[in-house]
């Protein structure tokens, strides 16, 4: 059974492709910082810098995903699946100006994934 810390649902994936044909090349990333403080950021992979700080959390709908490693901290027991709702959110994300966010929906991790993680 393969596992993963973070999943992407049905519609979330389909505004994603909207986006992807729209804005090219693009990652996900969640810092915690500010704006939409833990809401997940889809940025252009060009406009973006990542560092030793950031943490690859695995690839959604074709894109990576990465999380800040003091972000992860919070996180790290948990399996996280990203969708999307109507509304604005106050970060720079691509899809804000769209009238719809990615949101984070989070859940333990059950003991064979914490297992398969720590290993």
Excluded at 32 to 40: F, H, N, R, T
Excluded at 91 to 116: A, D, N, Q
């Amino acid at each position: 059974m393969p596992y993963t810390r973070v999943d992407i649902t049905e519609n979330a994936e389909k505004k994603l492709k909207e986006l992807k044909l729209k804005h090219g090349n693009v990652i996900f990333h969640l810092s915690g910082g500010c704006c939409d403080g833990s809401s997940p950021m889809l940025l252009p992979k060009e406009d973006f810098y990542l560092d030793e700080s950031d943490i690859y959390m695995g690839e959604i709908g074709g894109v990576k995903f990465y999380m800040n490693e003091a972000q992860f901290e919070y996180w790290k027991h948990t399996h996280l699946t990203i969708d999307i709702t109507e509304g604005r959110g106050s970060s720079f994300s691509l899809e804000i100006p769209e009238g719809y966010r990615f949101v984070v929906k989070s859940r333990l991790l059950t003991k064979e994934e914490e297992h398969h993680f720590n290993k």
